[in-house]
């Protein structure tokens, strides 16, 4: 049962570049999130989905772009990657906006 | 907005001994959640409290909301190498995860 798949697992950036990120999940969950996590700081969210064909910003949405491309799968896309942005980030789901999020195991970027 | 405060940061302990960590907010919550972070992958939920003075387990993980609903705490029992990690307390005064706030997580490293 794999639950919540992120690709990639580590990327490295050059400042300017774009990439996207890729998640899936395949526990039928309506809701979907992105969040990034820094040293010494908790989870902080990006953008969540809370049912398929809807997107809304989370507390750092700045720099970040999103999709639900169907019910399985939310991406999250860096127009203009920069320094800041450098993190580790997670994808989650959760049955309809429930608090009990099963996560991804995260994708290191780290954007020079 | 909603800020918590988790404590301690750190704890280096010998293998068997108990454990205690809390979390605390500025505010009233509806809704705390203990998550296990293993190194190199996502959260894991370990426990969600929904009611004020609430007691749960599950092993033996304890955790309680306090009676205060501005609280929590997390007690592992008989510590054991595999419980090694980061510890991450989250809450929200509002319904949905959207809401959650993270805490800023206890890193637990055990000595054999």
């Known amino acids: 049962n794999a639950g919540v798949t992120q690709t990639p697992k580590f990327q490295v950036l050059k400042t300017g570049q774009s990439m996207t990120l890729q998640c899936a999940q395949d526990m039928n969950h309506n809701s979907m999130y992105w969040y990034r996590q820094d040293p010494g700081m908790g989870l902080r969210l990006i953008y969540y989905?809370?049912?398929?064909?809807?997107?809304d910003k989370g507390e750092v949405p700045n720099g970040y772009n999103v999709s639900r491309l169907n019910k399985r799968e939310f991406s999250l896309r860096l127009e203009s990657a920069a320094p800041s942005q450098t993190s580790v980030y997670f994808c989650?789901?959760?049955?309809?906006?429930?608090?009990?999020?099963?996560f991804g195991s995260g994708t290191q970027l780290s954007v020079l | 907005g909603q800020q918590l405060n988790q404590s301690p940061q750190s704890m280096f302990i010998q293998e068997g001994e108990d454990v205690s960590m809390n979390c605390t907010s500025s505010s009233i919550f509806n809704t705390w959640l203990w998550y296990k972070q293993d190194p190199g992958e996502g959260p894991v939920l370990l426990i969600a409290l929904y009611k004020a003075g609430e007691l749960t387990s599950n092993g033996r993980l304890t955790a309680q909301f306090g009676i205060t609903r501005k609280d929590s705490f997390l007690n592992i029992s008989a510590s054991i190498p595999s419980d090694v990690g980061i510890y991450f307390c989250?809450?929200?005064?509002?319904?949905?995860?959207?809401?959650?706030?993270f805490g800023q997580g206890t890193r637990l490293t055990i000595n054999p």
């Open positions: 989650a789901s959760s049955e309809r906006s429930s608090e009990k999020l099963f």
């Open positions: 989905s809370a049912s398929e064909g809807t997107t």
């Open positions: 989250a809450g929200s005064a509002f319904q949905g995860a959207q809401k959650l706030v």
